[in-house]
């Protein structure tokens, strides 16, 4: 790997990290269509495909600090998802009448928003237009059921203060790491 990190992927003689470059190469190679139709469709999904990953960086640097508070990622979601809102309007997906990879990602950061520990389901409240667009996104063949969602884990990794494996398991892992300091020094 040129830049060993998780995720990678490797695909032959491809060898990619970074979870974007991976998801446009699985685009481009297997399905051509999430990309966009259109240049127009392709740049829009690029760029609403920033956002997130910017909302994302956000969300993670509040979750991982300890004043994290569900009051401030309250208000990244609503400062980032709200213009998204309105870039949605009436438009079936994201970027118009076809599904991109990019609703995928929207859609998984929807779900992040109503969590319990955000919103508690009360996010398509404020933001109506996404409720009828995440009940399409999750209609789509081979979505996999709600359960099967939550199945998957936390959205964050156990040292995260908010959306991760818990208090508990916090000061678990946190022992673990204060008792492993002490034996190298």
Do not use: C
């Not at 884990?153 to 203060?161: C, D, I, K, M, V």
Request: no cysteine; aromatic share 12%; net charge negative.
């Amino acid at each position: 790997l040129d830049f060993p990190n998780l995720p990678y992927l490797l695909d032959g003689d491809v060898r990619l990290t970074q979870s974007s470059a991976i998801a446009r190469y699985i685009v481009a190679k297997w399905a051509p269509e999430l990309a966009g139709n259109t240049p127009a469709e392709v740049g829009r999904a690029a760029m609403v495909e920033g956002r997130l990953s910017d909302l994302n960086s956000a969300l993670d640097k509040i979750a991982f600090w300890p004043e994290a508070s569900t009051e401030r990622l309250q208000e990244a979601m609503k400062s980032s998802l709200g213009p998204l809102h309105d870039f949605l309007g009436d438009n079936k997906f994201i970027v118009g009448d076809n599904v991109t990879y990019v609703d995928f990602i929207l859609f998984e950061m929807l779900e992040k928003a109503q969590h319990k520990e955000i919103f508690d389901n009360a996010f398509f409240s404020l933001y109506p237009n996404y409720r009828s667009y995440h009940a399409r996104i999750e209609a789509l063949p081979n979505m996999m059921s709600k359960e099967e969602r939550e199945a998957q884990g936390y959205f964050n990794g156990w040292r995260s203060r908010m959306l991760g494996a818990g208090e508990e398991m916090y000061r678990k892992y946190k022992k673990l790491d204060e008792e492993n300091l002490v034996d190298k020094n």
